[in-house]
């Protein structure tokens, strides 16, 4: 009933509805070319004067009358705080394009908006009206040009519109508020909340990475008879001293507010989640895959985003044969290139946080960084390569290297002969090669620094009286003659 409804109103209602938004648009590009005429793309001084007085009320006016001719049925409660009152809106959650209407509600604030967009024809125009905070993606420092100009507006005094800021910083579904971004919070000054809900049966305007496309939304909601949005306008958030400091701090307590206002709860993810979920749908795995609260993680390991993504690239290899994006400890040992054994076990258990049988990918994440990374470091990686060097030519040969990780995993019939290619170009394994392979892959740094502590335990703990063992007599895997250099320098 629901799809029939939508077909016979989308046959009337459609093109009516497309007609007049295109011509709304088309009204208002005169007004916004006269407001910004003679006017850099990237504004050093507030529009003012006449054009500011003629355009300005002519664009609120037109503003509501294309959401109204797109059929919303927009409710505002709250009073909309004046510039000296709270020079920075942020609105929540932010879940579609739709969301524009907070800035017609809140009297046509500036945005901050890519480069790009006030390049297109027409829209770019309209958006130039709005004195927006260009962000530039080719730009490296843009990011902290964008948090300048941010505070250089929101301390003016006035002189610059007010800043609409989604925290957010993308997309979600609002069933929860995701980490807030600190750019609105870092000027230190009063912001005033902004609350989105739509309170439809039928959402047609959520548009998150997964489900109905730009065009698509755009048909299903002019479809509609009407389409409910409420906008709230809630108390201006002053921060104190502490959170003048902390922008961090002061974003969370607004998000806490805005959630407990909005009935919903809140959660550590951030946009970079969304990106790396992206990333793990492209790597054909489950989307959830890329959840590892990006933000959290990062802060307490000191990761970076490239070593992230990067990781999930290396996580997808190990997984591409395990169903439901998870790792058993086959698929482990299959990427490793290693048989299972107790010592293998032992590693994946370090890895396996809650103990379930299997690594996801917050898990392989943390466990990299935590029990390999430190483990990998220049002065491991050189006791390695003197370990697998039996004859100290500064090469090591397929036999060492069996003959070590035979010991390693105590499996006396290991064949390394693939994982033995893959580290070396010819018939030896050079240190350079070594140190590549091992910081490309550190998973292979806890099993030689656990085999390097074996060892080491066991010498000290022999009583003084009793001669250490040969390293290689104690695990079985070399000659019973032990008078070479080589053997003294492994004790």
């Known amino acids: 009933a629901r799809c029939l409804q939508i077909f016979f109103l989308g046959i009337i209602l459609l093109p009516i509805r497309v007609l ?240 407990e206002a909005l009935g919903i709860p809140v959660t550590d993810h951030t946009y970079e989640d969304c990106r790396l979920m992206i990333s793990a749908g492209q790597l054909t795995l489950p989307m959830e895959a890329g959840l590892v609260e990006f933000t959290k993680i990062s802060q307490k390991l000191k990761l970076d985003w490239d070593g992230v993504r990067k990781q999930l690239d290396e996580y997808a290899v190990i997984a591409s044969s395990s169903k439901g994006g998870r790792i058993g400890i086959e698929e482990f040992a299959e990427y490793l290139k290693l048989p299972v054994s107790d010592v293998l076990r032992q590693l994946f258990a370090l890895f396996d946080r809650n103990h379930d049988g299997s690594i996801d990918f917050r898990e392989y994440v943390i466990g990299l960084a935590v029990l390999c990374h430190p483990a990998n470091t220049e002065d491991i990686i050189q006791v390695a390569f003197k370990l697998f060097d039996v004859d100290e030519d500064g090469y090591i040969s397929e036999e060492e290297f069996t003959t070590i990780l035979q010991a390693a995993l105590g499996v006396p019939d290991l064949d390394v002969s693939g994982l033995f290619k893959e580290i070396a170009q010819g018939d030896s394994v050079s240190y350079e090669e070594f140190k590549s392979f091992a910081l490309k892959h550190p998973e292979y740094a806890k099993i030689f620094t656990t085999y390097l502590d074996l060892q080491t335990c066991h010498v000290f703990s022999l009583p003084k009286d009793v001669p250490p063992t040969p390293l290689f007599a104690s695990n079985k895997v070399s000659p019973e003659n032990h008078d070479e250099s080589p053997s003294d320098k492994k004790d």
């Open 20 to 259: 007049l938004v295109a011509l709304i648009v088309l009204l208002a590009w005169p007004f916004a070319a006269l407001s910004t005429v003679c006017c850099p793309e990237k504004l050093t001084h507030p529009i003012t004067g006449w054009r500011r007085k003629i355009s300005q009320p002519v664009l609120k006016i037109l503003g509501h009358a294309m959401f109204f001719s797109m059929g919303f049925i927009v409710t505002v409660k709250g009073k909309v705080a004046r510039p000296m009152e709270a020079p920075i809106f942020v609105a929540a959650p932010h879940s579609t394009f739709f969301d524009g209407i907070a800035c017609v509600v809140a009297g046509l604030p500036s945005m901050v908006s890519r480069n790009e967009n006030a390049q297109v024809p027409l829209i770019g125009r309209l958006l130039r009206a709005l004195q927006p905070v260009l962000v530039s993606r080719v730009d490296p420092d843009s990011r902290k040009n964008t948090i300048n100009e941010i505070v250089r507006r929101a301390t003016s005094g006035g002189q610059w519109p007010q800043i609409l800021v989604f925290p957010e910083g993308t997309c979600t579904n609002r069933s929860c508020l995701i980490t807030f971004k600190p750019g609105a919070f870092i000027p230190g000054v009063p912001v005033q909340p902004i609350l989105l809900r739509y309170p439809n049966k039928l959402d047609t305007v959520t548009w998150t990475w997964q489900g109905y496309t730009f065009i698509q939304l755009c048909m299903l909601t002019f479809c509609q008879p009407f389409t409910k949005v409420e906008v709230e306008f809630l108390p201006v958030q002053v921060p104190n001293d502490e959170e003048k400091s902390d922008p961090i701090l002061f974003a969370g307590r607004v998000r806490n507010l805005m959630a």
